[in-house]
C-alpha cells in the first residue's frame, strides 16, 4: 500500500522559510507525478506546485518565485522550500502523487503568524 508521509510544517513568522517534505514508501517513486496541495480554513484545496516524473514543475501564481518544489528520487522524497511566507500561506499542505491511481499524505499544518 503506497504510503505518503508529510513533514516539516509548524509555525513561522512573516517573512520567514519553511521547507516541507514528503516521503513515499511501497512504490516506485520515480514514476509518480507528484505535487504540493494546501488547504485553508474555511477554503477549497488548490495546488501550489507540481513536478513530473522529467522534473517539469507548475506553480501557482500566488507562490511563484517564492515556493520550489523538488524531488529526490534515490530517497523517495519530494521538496517545498518556501520563503517570504506571509499569513495567506497559512494551511494544511498535502503531498499527492499520482500514476495510474492518485494517493494523499495526510497533512502537515502550516501556521504563518507574528
Known amino acids: 500500500q503506497v504510503q505518503l508521509v508529510e513533514s516539516g510544517g509548524g509555525l513561522v513568522q512573516p517573512g520567514g522559510s519553511l521547507t516541507l517534505s514528503c516521503t513515499g514508501s511501497d512504490m516506485i517513486f520515480s514514476l509518480y507525478r507528484m505535487a504540493w496541495y494546501r488547504q485553508a480554513p474555511g477554503k477549497e484545496r488548490e495546488q501550489v506546485a507540481r513536478?513530473?516524473?522529467?522534473?517539469?514543475?507548475y506553480y501557482a501564481d500566488s507562490v511563484k518565485g517564492r515556493f520550489t518544489i523538488s524531488r529526490d528520487n534515490a530517497k523517495s522524497t519530494m521538496y517545498l522550500q518556501m520563503t517570504s511566507l506571509n499569513p495567506e500561506d497559512t494551511a494544511v499542505y498535502y503531498c499527492?502523487?499520482?500514476?495510474?491511481?492518485?494517493?494523499w499524505g495526510k497533512g502537515t499544518l502550516v501556521t504563518v503568524s507574528s
Open positions: 513536478i513530473g516524473s522529467g522534473d517539469d514543475t
Open positions: 499527492y502523487a499520482f500514476w495510474a491511481i492518485d494517493y
